[in-house]
């Protein structure tokens, strides 16, 4: 019969003991990494959609959106860059960054509005949005608007009368208000809406400069000021001759038509006289709501004469 060395299976088992016992610690030292989701983006918009991330605007629309982004690593910073065609359009990135010491897993914001101006028409507009979590993990989303110039407003046929001693007769055109006034009008709505502000030019027919149209600061066929009727605010409009003819002035349609024309005439201070029907005049008027607008007058037709009788009939289309 073979005898077993005991002491040899000892040895040999503890052996086989011990290797099981470092696995088994090995195993339990050693748990399994946690992966983490990047983060992700949602957009909220009048403008833009998860389906649509293009808008077609207007010069004068006002773009905002507000972004939504899911962090489950914790939300670290964000980043909202503006491209014009591409390029850096020199404004200014928004951002915004977490609180130290803070951990944000749903975060939301609305970056400040950003107004499509006129002088973006024919360029397009991008909004590259950019979301790090704390992993150094990123989501992005790039929206973008194309930028077409704005359309006009086009008043027909605005009668201004020549100026009579009663203040009845529609003398004056206010871009604001899109329509011609009466000075009484605007005398008894001065002190509540200081309503002179809203005009623009005003008609009256001279024996020496014929037909005129002028601004409230240069208008003589009433004394507009403290001593005759007082209004608060006397306008300084700038005009400019031009050489369009009446079928061009129907080819004006944006803004940037408007522009151009106004840009290639011919200064006139701040009034046109010697008016001829079909002639085409240009204006800029003065700053409101922190813009100028320019426009285009036709005149239509004319009588003469600084009577009761005397009129011109205009057709005014103006940046709105």
């Not at 748990?31 to 010069?59: M, N, R």
């Not at 006289?273 to 037709?301: C, H, M, P």
């Amino acid at each position: 019969m073979k005898l077993i060395n005991m002491k040899s299976l000892s040895r040999k088992l503890l052996t086989v003991a011990g290797v099981i016992g470092m696995l088994f610690l090995a195993s339990c030292g050693e748990e399994e990494p946690v992966i983490v989701d990047g983060p992700s983006l949602e957009i909220a918009s009048d403008f833009f959609s998860a389906t649509s991330l293009h808008y077609d605007g207007v010069a004068g629309d006002e773009i905002s959106f507000t972004i939504t982004g899911i962090v489950p690593g914790g939300f670290n910073n964000i980043k909202v860059e503006y491209l014009i065609d591409g390029a850096d359009s020199g404004i200014a990135d928004w951002t915004d960054q977490r609180a130290s010491g803070t951990t944000v897993l749903t975060y939301t914001g609305t970056p400040t509005s950003f107004a499509l101006l006129e002088e973006y028409a024919g360029k397009e507009i991008s909004f590259v949005i950019t979301l790090v979590d704390d992993n150094n993990k990123t989501a992005s989303v790039t929206l973008t608007t194309s930028v077409a110039s704005a359309p006009l407003e086009n008043v027909v046929v605005t009668l201004l009368a020549a100026p009579i001693p009663e203040k009845t007769s529609k003398t004056f055109y206010s871009v604001p208000l899109a329509r011609s006034v009466d000075s009484n009008e605007v005398i008894s709505n001065e002190v509540g809406t200081a309503m002179s502000s809203d005009i623009d030019f005003g008609y009256y027919y001279g024996t020496k400069g014929g037909a005129n149209i002028v601004a409230p600061t240069n208008y003589t066929a009433y004394d507009l000021g403290p001593n005759g009727q007082n209004w608060t605010t006397l306008n300084a409009t700038a005009f400019k001759t031009t050489t369009l003819t009446p079928a061009q002035f129907l080819e004006q349609t944006t803004y940037a038509d408007i522009e151009t024309a106004y840009s290639n005439g011919t200064d006139s201070g701040n009034g046109v006289s010697g008016l001829a029907v079909d002639q085409i005049i240009a204006f800029e008027t003065v700053t409101r709501d922190s813009k100028t607008r320019k426009g285009l007058i036709r005149i239509k037709s004319m009588v003469t004469g600084n009577g009761s009788d005397g009129k011109v009939d205009i057709e005014v289309l103006v940046q709105k």
